[in-house]
């Protein structure tokens, strides 16, 4: 919610991201080089390489001395700890507002909700 | 290369293109030059490339001076907004040219570039479209190889699918061969994703050299109600407004804190990146 970094940190970051928490990446998997990143988004390596850094920094990625960067054993719990936390003010909230805002009550929504669960 | 310019005056009679620029370019980066019509960017790099003798100050390359020395310039290219200056002969002969003057020309990377721009070798520069021959400019830096290569807004007579295959050869070769690359450009948009470092310059006088994406951090959009922006943006550097009825949007220019970025979303303001080319047009100040 407060992320206020580049629009290519974002790019880059939440495909990873993405991939960490749908199980495409796992721990220890090595991840596209920086030279791979800057050439399919447009970018410079030193900015792809900015992105990299910044995922090491928050525990997703780890680095090897001239091998590359590979995902951290614990990325995926870490991430989906992370989303856990904003769930509700993130994706829940946001929905009450919407409902709230085109009229459907919130009943509604908790019935379809559990209707889901029993399925 | 490394690149010191110091106190930099260029003078044409009464005309002072260059004013008192100084900035330094650690070197083996791609640089954008980015400054308005007019600017002094054609002149800067020309004293750069020792096409032009400073007036005043210092141009240095590697710690040399440039101007009429041949150890320094022969590392040294510069392709100008007409592309491929020799226009005598074939692209043929333009390739033989630059093969003979430049110590590491790569023949067969010049005959994939021109496949890829489709330049026919036996066509003469002088009939090529104003596309081709600055596509056969583009071919000429690119595999010159110089340590310094500077393209002042060279591309631009290539239609835009050219453009783009530019881009991306010159990110390609830049990562297998890295060295110091000047783009120069009015094309911010496309290009400024290339960039490592910016230096803006206006009436021949620096406006800022930051790094392309701390200097993209420093320019935010915030938007919402006209009161609350106002009371939020009144310490900044207010680069623009933009009024829709109650909304009010402010484009300000300055590091943002956590804090600050926290108050903001409480305050119920929305932040928003502001593109290159936006910030350029504030940061030289705004239509003339």
Not at chain 1, 17 to 25: F, N, P, T
């Amino acid at each position: 919610m407060f992320d206020d970094r580049s629009p290519i940190y974002r790019q880059i970051a939440s495909r990873i991201k993405a991939d960490v928490l749908s199980g495409a990446l796992k721990g220890d998997d090595q991840v596209m080089s920086t030279t791979q990143y800057a050439t399919y988004y447009r970018i410079n390596p030193a900015t792809a390489a900015k992105a990299f850094q910044q995922l090491v920094d928050e525990g997703v990625l780890y680095k090897k001395r001239g091998i590359g960067m590979f995902v951290s054993p614990d990325a995926r719990d870490t991430l989906r700890a992370e989303r856990r936390e904003s769930f509700f003010a993130e994706v829940v909230e946001p929905m009450i507002s919407e409902a709230r805002a085109i009229g459907i009550p919130l009943r509604d929504v908790v019935r379809r909700i559990e209707e889901r669960e029993q399925r | 290369m490394r690149i010191d310019v110091e106190n930099l005056v260029l003078r044409y009679g009464d005309t002072t293109a260059v004013d008192g620029l100084t900035f330094n370019l650690a070197g083996d980066k791609i640089y954008g030059l980015l400054g308005r019509s007019g600017s002094g960017k054609t002149s800067l790099l020309s004293v750069l490339a020792a096409f032009r003798r400073e007036s005043a100050g210092s141009v240095r390359v590697n710690g040399q001076p440039v101007f009429e020395n041949a150890d320094v310039t022969r590392d040294i290219i510069m392709i100008r907004d007409g592309g491929e200056t020799v226009k005598i002969g074939t692209a043929e002969d333009a390739v033989y040219f630059a093969e003979w003057l430049r110590p590491n020309w790569d023949g067969d990377y010049a005959r994939s570039l021109m496949d890829r721009f489709e330049l026919r070798p036996k066509a003469k520069v002088s009939e090529m479209s104003k596309g081709q021959q600055s596509a056969m400019g583009v071919v000429i830096g690119l595999a010159s190889r110089a340590p310094l290569t500077i393209f002042d807004e060279s591309y631009l007579g290539m239609d835009v699918p050219s453009r783009y295959a530019f881009y991306e050869a010159i990110l390609a070769d830049y990562m297998l061969h890295p060295r110091t690359i000047i783009l120069s450009a009015h094309l911010i948009e496309e290009i400024s994703s290339l960039l490592e470092e910016v230096v803006i310059i206006d009436r021949g006088r620096l406006v800022v050299h930051e790094e392309t994406e701390t200097l993209l951090s420093r320019g935010r959009a915030v938007t919402g109600p006209a009161d609350r922006v106002d009371a939020f943006t009144s310490g900044f550097t207010v680069l623009g407004t933009r009024q829709l009825g109650p909304t009010k949007s402010t484009m300000v220019y300055g590091d943002l804190d956590q804090d600050q970025r926290r108050q903001a979303v409480e305050a119920g303001l929305e932040l928003e990146p502001i593109a290159m080319q936006d910030l350029f047009v504030h940061l030289t100040g705004g239509p003339r």
